[in-house]
């Protein structure tokens, strides 16, 4: 899935991307966990996705939105990938616990 939307808004926020063509990372829900699946599970995810992980320099942030994305990330590589949100958090001033409205 195309994350256009999501990229525009981390442009907009000053962040550097380097977006992979990934296609699945192989886990998509209970698809990887299953253990006849494990392995398909394991070569899709190693086709592009965690790879480029690995190669990533340790200070560089890994953001995806899916949880089995994030999920197999971490199983393979001890990488943890961040969602969006997290992302987008990080990049905004400390403002405390306060939530403010308009």
């Not at 063509?21 to 392995?39: H, W």
């Not at 971490?74 to 997290?86: C, D, P």
């Amino acid at each position: 899935m195309k994350m256009s939307d999501e990229e525009s808004l981390l442009r907009k926020m000053g962040a550097d991307l380097r977006t992979i063509d990934s296609g699945c990372c192989g886990m998509a829900g209970p698809f990887g966990f299953e253990k006849e699946k494990f392995g398909m599970s394991q070569a899709l995810g190693e086709r592009v996705l965690l790879p480029a992980v690995r190669e990533a320099d340790p200070e560089v942030l890994i953001v995806t939105d899916g949880f089995s994305c994030r999920e197999q990330i971490l199983q393979a590589t001890g990488r943890r990938a961040i969602h969006l949100a997290e992302a987008i958090q990080l990049a905004l001033p400390p403002t405390g616990n306060k939530i403010s409205g308009t």
